[in-house]
């Protein structure tokens, strides 16, 4: 058996040995220690056969266990080995998170049952070798992240959106599990494997990519089937909620990668399922953004940026399908590159925002930014750290963040013309998407780091804060320097991420990649692009130094004043900018699609004329709740109060039923 396999094993392993430990320790403390040390430990095996899967390669596995005429197979490929090393890179920090995190949680023991059962779950949907494992390992990685959902279930608004989640984590299941009921009956066999060498026909290929496509999308919460993601991701523990967004996201998207790419190939691929991915990643990436602008709650914003991010992998993916479509291999091998390399980038930086969250949640008691402010005097570790992922997931140099996105953008200004005037237009249409939805992620983490962080304390939750203990601080510094190290050397880690393309195109970008040595990254060519983060950072230290040396010169004194306030004597946290009216101008130019619903109320006590207080309310609702789910919830129950009357008409109206239901299924299927 290859190292790699026995690592991620291992790593399974210690995952389930942590989800056992209550049954052993009794005590808060030892019980907290067990599951940080744990899940830590699970992390680092799992980073390490990432590594050494991606290095050397890997191998499969018969395993010793499932039904006697159905075993389970484990396999690890360069695919799977690259979302092992996702799942590492951030486990490992959320484990060491944790044990601060905890240190106050009364319901402890329902914590440590189901995170390392969630991280299990998520090993084995990685590691499954045929449809049998990767369904069952997929139901547990549902489940168990559905009851840290509704770990606090003594609040109606996280029961509901722990059934929200359950319900559409069920559905994707049902329609992931129609698409690998296709491909077994193109092959036979469940196994992975035997899929990849059988021939489908055209029709039911697009059957299988169709029920792929939006069972693992809704999974992943791409616009529309995002409804459960705003919900479930705020009500979670901020280090489950990092998890989630981080990691489960990436797991659907690995899911799609394995169905689509690797069990039916690009030899499947028909155009319209490119333009299909392109068009919701587009979607998705600009629609994310504009809702997480007008949020106020900070889980429920970030929860928001997280279908932004899935949105620009799908543009990446999509982009390469494409490519790959209409034969240029080495473009579709980029944008491949592009899709992952973010997907890598956004399972740290997400973590890292969801950890300082958490952080600030931990310190505050609320998740509101109207209550927050000022936090940078009172926590200012988790506010440098905060910004790191801001800065991250902006795209902005020298972090990991602007990497994939400039990745993305040259495999789009790359591409040749192909097809119609709907795939040439198509292309520069989600490359001006991605434009879009960068620009308003900048604006949309200037507001809330703003907020958050700057200015004057807006309640006395926040005048009274205090940074978050050693482990906390620790958890948050380590996916910190992994966005420093993926921004400044993606010419070392890229390397790593082209054995995928290798396996599913058969192509390779690691000569163009190295062409120039580690200091310059060069995608194709350096006649067409090149990038070098090393010398940038180096510019911004410099210039940063000269602006700093200009404006606090030697041996003069700054002269320090109270602010101008307009003539008021008194300052107060009121005259500052909130987060309502920060997004308000986006608000006013993004009317039509998000259709905001406000209310000005104006209080006039003593004459018509003299107003004496305005009181202005706005709501921006999920467009796709309101036309799509409440529809179908209002529809659903309106069919169960019709067949709930159906019912008490007597033994005689359920047989009519039941004879008609027979007659119907002859007249189908005879």
């Known amino acids: ?74 396999e690890l490929d360069a695919l799977g080995a690259f979302f092992m090393l996702v799942i590492g890179s951030l486990l490992f920090p959320v484990a060491v998170y944790s044990h601060g995190y905890f240190r106050n949680e009364q319901r402890i023991t329902p914590l440590l049952v189901f995170m390392p059962l969630f991280a299990l779950g998520m090993m084995g949907v990685v590691l499954a070798g045929d449809a049998l494992a990767f369904m069952l390992f997929w139901e547990l990685m549902s489940v168990s992240s559905y009851f840290l959902v509704t770990h606090e279930h003594q609040h109606l608004e996280n029961r509901k959106a722990g059934f929200i989640y359950l319900l559409m984590a069920h559905m994707a299941g049902l329609l992931i599990l129609g698409s690998f009921a296709t491909l077994y009956a193109a092959a036979g066999s469940f196994e992975f494997a035997v899929m990849r060498e059988a021939s489908i026909e055209p029709f039911w290929a697009s059957a299988a990519f169709l029920l792929a496509a939006f069972g693992f999308g809704t999974k992943a919460g791409v616009i529309p089937l995002h409804g459960w993601l705003p919900d479930a991701h705020p009500v979670a523990p901020s280090n489950v909620s990092a998890l989630m967004s981080g990691i489960m996201l990436k797991v659907a998207v690995f899911g799609f990668i394995r169905v689509v790419w690797d069990l039916m190939g690009p030899g499947d691929f028909q155009w319209w399922w490119c333009a299909l991915i392109l068009a919701a990643g587009s979607s998705s990436a600009v629609g994310g953004v504009l809702l997480a602008l007008q949020q106020h709650d900070l889980k429920r914003l970030l929860a928001y940026h997280s279908v932004e991010n899935i949105g620009i992998i799908l543009i990446g993916i999509g982009l390469a399908m494409l490519l790959a479509h209409f034969g240029h291999p080495m473009l579709a091998a980029l944008g491949l590159i592009a899709g992952l ?35 940078i005097h009172r926590m200012p570790v988790t506010a440098v750290f905060f910004l790191v992922a801001a800065i991250s997931i902006s795209a902005l140099p020298p972090f990991n963040g602007f990497v994939s996105e400039w990745l993305t953008f040259q495999t789009a200004l790359m591409a040749p013309q192909m097809g119609g005037a ?74 790593l991420i082209d054995a995928v393309p290798q396996m599913l195109l058969h192509v390779s970008l690691a000569d163009s990649v190295h062409a120039h040595g580690w200091l310059w990254l060069t995608p194709v060519s350096a006649s067409q692009a090149s990038y070098s983060s090393p010398l940038a950072l180096t510019g911004m230290i410099i210039i940063g130094g000269l602006v700093f040396w200009w404006l606090h010169p030697k041996g003069r004194v700054i002269r320090r004043s109270r602010m101008w306030s307009c003539g008021n004597p008194h300052v107060n946290a009121r005259m500052q900018y909130n987060a309502t009216g920060f997004s308000q101008p986006l608000r006013r130019i993004f009317w039509g699609v998000l259709q905001p619903d406000e209310h000005v109320h104006v209080e006039r006590r003593f004459h018509k004329l003299l107003t004496t207080k305005v009181r202005y309310t706005v709501h921006v609702g999920d467009l796709a709740v309101k036309h799509l789910y409440q529809p179908i919830g209002r529809l659903t129950l309106s069919i169960a109060r019709w067949l709930n009357t159906q019912h008490q008409y007597g033994i005689h109206t359920n047989l009519t039923w039941t004879f008609v239901t027979v007659i119907l299924l002859l007249a189908l299927f005879a």
Not at 16 to 36: D, F, K
Not at 464 to 470: H, I, M, R, Y
Request: aromatic residues 8%; contains cysteine.
């Open 422 to 495: 709907l795939l040439m237009a198509i292309v520069p249409f989600s490359a001006a998407m991605l434009a879009l939805a960068g620009a308003l992620a900048a604006a949309c983490f200037v507001k809330v780091f703003g907020v958050v962080f700057l200015g004057h304390a807006r309640s006395k939750m926040a005048a009274q804060a205090q940074e978050v203990d050693g482990w906390m601080q620790a958890g948050m510094a380590i996916p910190a320097i992994f966005c420093l190290l993926l921004g400044v050397l993606p010419v070392l880690f890229i390397p």
């Open 1 to 74: 058996m290859p190292l790699s396999l026995q690592l991620a094993l291992a790593a399974c392993g210690v995952s389930l040995l942590a989800a056992c430990s209550p049954l052993i320790l009794r005590g808060h403390t030892m019980q907290r220690i067990a599951l940080s040390l744990l899940l830590a430990m699970a992390g680092l095996l799992a980073m390490s056969a990432g590594f050494s899967g991606l290095i050397s390669g890997g191998g499969s596995i018969t395993l010793p266990f499932g039904l006697p005429w159905l075993p389970l197979h484990a």
């Open 341 to 375: 390399y973010h997907t890598i980038n956004h399972a740290i930086f997400k973590g890292l925002l969801f950890m300082g969250a958490g952080a600030v949640l931990h310190s505050t008691g609320t998740r509101d930014m109207e209550s927050m402010g000022g936090l």
